[in-house]
Each structure stands twice: as structure tokens, then as C-alpha cells.
């Protein structure tokens, strides 16, 4: 198991999932969630346009389960500041099942040792609006 994801392998599996979509390695981050009580790793790509998220597969150094969102679908974006990680929230268009609004909350650690996630989280705290 590598102890840093590879960018590159995200890339690559994000253009296979979306071909043509245009890419920037500054918008890629990590998130962290826990499902059943337990931890997945998933990588993420978000723009004002654009946003892609992928699970992290980490006994084989893969991504699985792409997810995108398109500029017509997303409403909002805008962060949280939690105590170890930043909380990053998407209001979409999109309705779940229930009539409910999507709305996607992902976390954001702060203590990672992934370099370009650290210099990512930075830049996208600054760019993004930051609410209480």
C-alpha cells in the first residue's frame, strides 16, 4: 500500500470517467468519511464548474465509484472551519429520492502528510467563501 495516493492515478481515472473535462491538479483534494464506522479515503475535484469525487481503494491503489456534478447541477459552494479538518459543503439542483435537496458535506483533514493535499486545502480555503 503507498503511503501518498498518486495524483496522477486520480487524474487518470477522472478523465476516464469524464473525458474532456478540463484539469487543474490545484483543485484536487482529500476527503474523509466514515461509513458503518468506517474510515474511506476518497479523492475530490472541485471548481466553480465542476466537481468529481472518487473512493479511494487503498489495498489496491485504485479509484472506484466516480461521481460528478456538472455547472447546472451545483448551487453552492462554500467551507466550514472544523477543529482537524475543513468541511467543505455542495448545495446541488439535484433532488434525492425523497424530494430532498443533495447536498454533499465532505471533511477535509488539516493533518495530512499527502503534500499537494496540504497546498490544495490552502488555496481552496482562500478561494472559497468560509462560513461559521
Not at 466553480?48 to 459552494?77: H, P, V, W
Request: proline letters at 5%.
Amino acid at each position: 500500500m503507498p503511503f501518498f495516493i498518486n495524483q496522477d492515478k486520480f487524474k487518470a481515472y477522472m478523465l476516464s470517467e469524464v473525458p474532456g473535462i478540463p484539469y487543474d491538479e490545484r483543485n484536487v483534494l482529500l476527503s474523509i468519511s466514515t461509513v458503518k464506522s468506517a474510515p474511506k479515503m476518497n479523492c475530490i475535484y472541485v471548481s466553480s464548474d465542476f466537481f468529481f469525487a472518487a473512493q479511494y481503494q487503498s489495498n489496491f491503489d485504485t479509484f472506484s465509484k466516480g461521481f460528478s456534478l456538472n455547472k447546472q447541477q451545483l448551487r453552492e459552494i462554500y467551507l466550514k472551519d472544523k477543529l482537524l479538518s475543513t468541511q467543505l459543503i455542495i448545495k446541488t439542483n439535484e433532488k434525492m429520492k425523497d424530494g430532498n435537496e443533495l447536498v454533499l458535506k465532505m471533511n477535509l483533514p488539516k493533518l495530512n502528510r499527502t503534500p499537494w493535499h496540504i497546498k490544495n486545502l490552502k488555496r481552496i480555503r482562500n478561494k472559497l467563501e468560509m462560513v461559521k
